[in-house]
C-alpha cells in the first residue's frame, strides 16, 4: 500500500506564505515526477508545478515567481513553497507521485487527499 499524506494547509492573508509537504510512504521502490495540483470550486484541477527525481522543475504561469517546488528524495517528501500569495490561489491543494514499488513493476500514479489553502484579500 501506498500513501501521500499532505500537510501545511490553512488560511492566510493576500502577501502571505505558507509551505505545503507530501510524504509518501508504503512499499515504494523509487519515485520519478512528483507535483501539486490544485482545484477551486467549479473549476478544474490544474497543475501548480512538477520537480523530477533529477531536481528539474515545471511551474504553471500563474505562480513563476511566487511558488518554489523542491524534494527530499531521502525522505520521500516533496514541499511547495508559496509566496505573495493571492486570493485567486485558494483552492485545495494535491500531491501526485509517478512511482515504481518494485523494482520491475510498471509505473503508477498516487495522490494525496488534498489540503485547502484559502487566500482572504
Known amino acids: 500500500q501506498v500513501q501521500l499524506v499532505e500537510s501545511g494547509g490553512g488560511l492566510v492573508q493576500a502577501g502571505g506564505s505558507l509551505r505545503l509537504s507530501c510524504a509518501a510512504s508504503g512499499s515504494i521502490f523509487s519515485i520519478n515526477n512528483m507535483g501539486w495540483y490544485r482545484q477551486a470550486p467549479g473549476k478544474q484541477r490544474e497543475l501548480v508545478a512538477q520537480?523530477?527525481?533529477?531536481?528539474?522543475?515545471n511551474y504553471a504561469d500563474s505562480v513563476k515567481g511566487r511558488f518554489s517546488i523542491s524534494r527530499d528524495n531521502a525522505k520521500k517528501t516533496v514541499y511547495l513553497q508559496m509566496n505573495s500569495l493571492k486570493p485567486e490561489d485558494t483552492a485545495v491543494y494535491y500531491c501526485?507521485?509517478?512511482?515504481?514499488?518494485?523494482?520491475?513493476?510498471?509505473?503508477?500514479?498516487?495522490w494525496g487527499q488534498g489540503t485547502q489553502v484559502t487566500v482572504s484579500s
Open positions: 501526485n507521485a509517478l512511482l515504481r514499488r518494485t523494482v520491475v513493476g510498471g509505473l503508477s500514479l498516487y
Open positions: 520537480i523530477t527525481s533529477s531536481g528539474t522543475t
